[in-house]
């Protein structure tokens, strides 16, 4: 589909820390000693193998340097081909998969401020999530009450497949913060591997483990639901990334149709599941799992219910569509200007600024 030069946002864009080594100057004393005399590197997330040919577009790779990892390359290769008035930086760097929880919050002190100085500060076109240490949540409050003054950075972000489901009431301080700074909640497509990526065990190949990871992205919203996360939090918005969404209208019905027989077991769920979604939730686009032929992809959207869910992605520099058919076949004109300009608006309060 062609792409219209109306000013594209996109929610979705992958920053590569090049090495520990970079973020060495952003850590405090104690932590670069320990950085340095143990040797520690190698945490890009294991969700995504730097040499897996899915995880970066075979023109948007260079030799030699790891995908995501040049800020000239994702303005050559993602920003102005796409006319872009915005992107939000959502860096995959390891901090969430330690299980020192300090060491994970002094990681996620050097991601935000590594992503604040070396892109923010040189492409005024970005934002960014703020990566927190999900593993204690005291702390990951800590760092959205630190990074909050700073107005580039627009949503939290968390990884998909951690050690507890999301609706437990362990982590709700995180979204108390959250909802009153008005920072939606991305919850990105990713494991800390804690537990086996499938209900049956662990998959033998890199393409299960991508393909079911849309099951963990279900997991999380329905426990969101479930738990009351959006009762308490009413004004929480949550941003589900790189999972699909096409899934979606079976998800509901099927969530909606259970929720009627079981309605009692959690009382504060006291409206649909689905218009809960729909008012709540946010997808975005890339990678979209579209039926064969176009009409199809229009009506799984008609059937979603709303023509507010959808957020423009490119999801780069992972490989999800050719060249630069960012938009897949089937949607209509007003419905792209929406999930191009409109919805990422609405979603995210800081954008505004940043896009004015």
């Not at 279900?218 to 790189?242: C, D, M, R, W, Y």
Request: aromatic share 10%; hydrophobic share 45%.
């Amino acid at each position: 589909m062609s792409f219209p030069r109306i000013g594209a946002i996109d929610c979705d864009v992958h920053p590569a820390v090049p090495g520990m080594r970079a973020l060495l100057p952003y850590l405090d004393d104690h932590w670069r000693e320990q950085v340095t005399v143990r040797g520690i590197d190698g945490l890009d997330s294991s969700s995504f193998p730097l040499n897996a040919p899915a995880n970066c577009r075979p023109d948007w790779r260079v030799n030699g340097a790891k995908p995501g990892s040049s800020l000239d390359l994702l303005r050559a290769h993602a920003l102005n081909p796409f006319g872009t008035k915005a992107a939000i930086c959502n860096c995959l760097y390891g901090a969430t998969g330690t299980f020192n929880a300090d060491f994970a919050a002094a990681l996620s002190r050097a991601i935000n401020d590594w992503l604040a100085a070396e892109w923010l500060g040189r492409e005024p076109r970005l934002c960014a999530s703020i990566v927190v240490p999900i593993q204690d949540p005291e702390l990951a409050v800590a760092e959205i009450e630190r990074r909050v003054p700073d107005k580039r950075f627009v949503q939290v972000l968390v990884p998909a497949a951690i050690e507890a489901p999301l609706g437990r009431r362990m982590y709700w301080p995180i979204y108390a913060a959250a909802e009153k700074h008005a920072l939606p909640l991305c919850i990105h497509a990713g494991s800390t591997f804690r537990h086996a990526t499938t209900s049956n065990g662990w998959p033998s190949y890199y393409l299960e483990d991508y393909v079911v990871m849309s099951h963990a992205v279900q997991a999380q919203l329905l426990s969101l639901v479930a738990e009351g996360v959006f009762t308490k939090f009413p004004n929480l918005t949550v941003v589900l990334a790189e999972a699909g969404f096409t899934w979606l209208p079976q998800f509901m019905w099927r969530q909606v149709k259970t929720w009627r027989a079981m309605r009692a077991e959690i009382p504060w769920v006291d409206r649909a599941p689905a218009e809960i979604i729909r008012e709540n939730v946010r997808f975005t686009l890339q990678p979209t799992d579209a039926p064969p032929e176009p009409d199809q992809l229009a009506q799984t959207i008609d059937m979603i219910g709303t023509d507010r869910a959808l957020l423009f992605s490119t999801d780069y520099p992972h490989w999800q569509f050719d060249g630069d058919d960012a938009l897949p076949a089937g949607l209509d004109a007003s419905l792209v200007r929406k999930l191009l300009l409109d919805n990422p608006l609405d979603t995210y309060p800081r954008l505004k600024e940043t896009v004015a």
